[in-house]
């Protein structure tokens, strides 16, 4: 077999309801995975990898024009998030004894940074091959009040394809006004390949020996909570579909899984924190993070709208996401670890998707 040649392609995917032109990225490694990424919401449009049997396939939904991610309802496939990725109850928040009203986008609550969060915008970008990987450096700029916000925020999002079949994903931000600050990413995986059949079957890991219940908003108690002998815990390897329609109160509020875990290890060290596995393709998905918390999100609100790659629609539970990040509603809790930025700090943080065959 050849060897792959490392490599960036630039090309053109339409542009936004302003006119204003978007990029789309190919980063291929010597062993021929290949991450797409848009300069829209800097959004992973597809990601293949290979199976048991060498064949790469794409395990990410996503869209093939541009036109799906700018639908009102496209609930942020691939998509950076910020400046606050999940909840903050009521779009509301008290900093340094101002308070800051937020947008509303998810019932009462601000979700994922608002109506135009940074799954919304267009970011400037930068590929860069090197020896043995491929980086696509992504800025923006979040002007001082941008969906409410505070402080005039730059932030650097890098996405680094790997010889390992690794996506590494840093991000950098910092602020003039001290501000609130939690950034991650979206992707919607499907380690079958096939987005015909959805996620039940997948075995899934979560290092964490705790969990956030939430209100009937999907907003933090306050309360952490012991996974064990619960549905919520993911602390030894099973499958989604064991207990995700158990007769549990939190997870009849989330449709499923919509939860946040808090992860063992400690906040700011990179460290193992979940996994997931697809036993018919052998796929194998690692996430190492330096994040305080991981969401588990089973894809509870995709209905059959929204099209497919290939023809068809993504279907109930189609997809699941594992965000890194830290816990939904800090702003709020003061007994959460804070998510404040400060002038003359540097937000920084790293997570790590690995791919391989198991």
């Not at 309802?73 to 109850?89: E, M, S, T, V």
């Not at 928040?93 to 940074?113: E, M, Q, R, S, W």
């Not at 930068?126 to 923006?140: C, H, P, Q, R």
């Amino acid at each position: 077999m050849l060897e792959e040649k490392l490599s960036i392609l630039k090309s053109q995917f339409g542009e936004t309801e302003d006119g204003t032109a978007i990029e789309k990225y190919t980063l291929k490694n010597r062993n021929g995975v290949e991450l797409n990424v848009i300069t829209y919401g800097g959004r992973i449009t597809s990601l293949k990898v290979p199976n048991k049997v060498g064949k790469l396939e794409n395990v990410v939904l996503g869209h093939n024009t541009i036109e799906g991610y700018l639908r009102a309802d496209n609930p942020f496939f691939g998509a950076l998030i910020g400046r606050y990725g999940n909840r903050i109850a009521n779009g509301k928040f008290t900093l340094n004894g101002k308070d800051y009203n937020l947008a509303t986008n998810d019932g009462v609550n601000h979700l994922h940074g608002g109506v135009n969060g940074f799954d919304r915008v267009v970011c400037t970008a930068k590929a860069i091959v090197g020896t043995e990987d491929s980086t696509l450096k992504l800025t923006y700029k979040s002007i001082d009040g941008e969906e409410g916000y505070p402080g005039n925020l730059d932030v650097t999002v890098i996405y680094k394809l790997t010889k390992d079949n690794s996506v590494e994903v840093s991000y950098e931000a910092t602020t003039d006004k001290s501000t609130v600050v939690n950034l991650t990413q979206h992707a919607y995986f499907n380690l079958t390949g096939d987005f015909s059949k959805d996620i039940l079957n997948h075995d899934v890991v979560i290092d964490a020996d705790t969990y956030l219940p939430v209100d009937a908003t999907l907003i933090p108690t306050g309360e952490i909570r012991k996974v064990k002998e619960t549905p919520f815990d993911f602390t030894e390897s099973k499958k989604v579909e064991k207990e995700i329609n158990s007769n549990n109160e939190q997870l009849k509020r989330g449709k499923g899984y919509d939860h946040c875990w808090i992860l063992n290890g400690k906040n700011g060290e990179m460290r193992f924190v979940a996994s997931a596995y697809d036993q018919t393709s052998g796929r194998l998905m690692e996430i190492y993070s330096e994040e305080p918390a991981i969401q588990f999100y089973t894809g509870n609100f995709l209905d059959g709208t929204l099209p497919m790659l290939n023809g068809g629609t993504y279907a109930h539970r189609t997809g699941f996401c594992l965000e890194t990040q830290h816990y939904p509603d800090s702003p709020n809790q003061e007994k959460f670890p804070s998510t404040v930025l400060n002038p003359g700090e540097t937000y920084s943080t790293k997570t790590i998707f690995k791919f391989s065959i198991k």
